[in-house]
């Protein structure tokens, strides 16, 4: 079975120029979710998506940071204009169900350098 | 101060040892503790879930809660040099968002 899959693997960007990370999550996996690990630390949920429907975006800066996830399934990660502060790892991840603590899939990352 | 705290290591053993890895937290809320293992660039993989106090052990690893002291800790027996990775604890209530520790780096030396 295919696990979640990321792409681009890596970006490197000029500060103010957009981006956009494509996930592609477990099939049959309702819940979606982005999340944000800088440097040394754990990863930070942005989003989390039940179906199209996004659940929990709180942590979202949205002034710059969008989602969707269209039909869903396939979701999308769009920063525009990144900053120097982006550059980090973006971790989509999937699961069956959020209600509870099911286990949570996580793709291989898309690693953003802003210069 | 953050909900989940984790020192960041690296801690170092030689083949073979037990290792011990720690999280303390303050939320009481939280009723779902894991932990996953991170290798250098690739997503965190579950390696272990635990469900309120207690112990779970799977093969080599070991997990306990300890809901009353608000931590938690995961054993490592005959550590190898496969072993050498990041380990994130992570934890939840129903229906809430997991938080991560920030990491302990572990080094197995062969």
């Known amino acids: 079975e295919a696990g979640v899959v990321q792409s681009p693997r890596y970006k490197i960007i000029e500060k103010k120029q957009p981006v956009a990370f494509w996930c592609n999550p477990i099939s049959g996996h309702n819940t979606l979710y982005w999340y944000l690990q800088n440097l040394g630390q754990g990863p930070e949920l942005l989003i989390r998506?039940?179906?199209?429907?996004?659940?929990?975006d709180s942590q979202l800066p949205k002034d710059r940071f969008s989602a969707e996830r269209l039909k869903g399934v396939d979701s999308t990660l769009k920063i525009q204009p990144a900053e120097l502060g982006d550059s980090a790892v973006y971790l989509c991840?999937?699961?069956?169900?959020?209600?509870?603590?099911?286990?949570?899939?996580f793709g291989e990352g898309s690693r953003l350098t802003v210069l | 101060q953050k909900e989940v705290e984790q020192d960041p290591g690296p801690l170092s053993v030689p083949e073979g040892a037990i290792v011990s890895l720690n999280c303390t937290y303050s939320?009481?809320?939280?009723?779902?503790f894991m932990w996953y293992r991170q290798y250098s660039r690739k997503g965190p993989e579950l390696l272990m879930y635990t469900y309120s106090s207690g112990n779970k052990e799977d093969g080599r690893f070991t997990a306990q809660v300890d809901k009353s002291s608000k931590y938690i800790s995961l054993f490592i027996r005959d550590s190898q040099p496969s072993d050498s990775a990041t380990y994130l604890c992570?934890?939840?209530?129903?229906?809430?968002?997991?938080?991560f520790g920030a990491g302990t780096i572990l080094r197995v030396k062969s």
């Open positions: 992570a934890m939840t209530s129903y229906g809430n968002k997991l938080v």
């Open positions: 939320n009481s809320a939280f009723q779902y």
């Open positions: 998506y039940e179906n199209e429907e996004a659940v929990d």
């Open positions: 991840a999937s699961s069956l169900s959020s209600r509870g603590a099911g286990e949570l899939f």
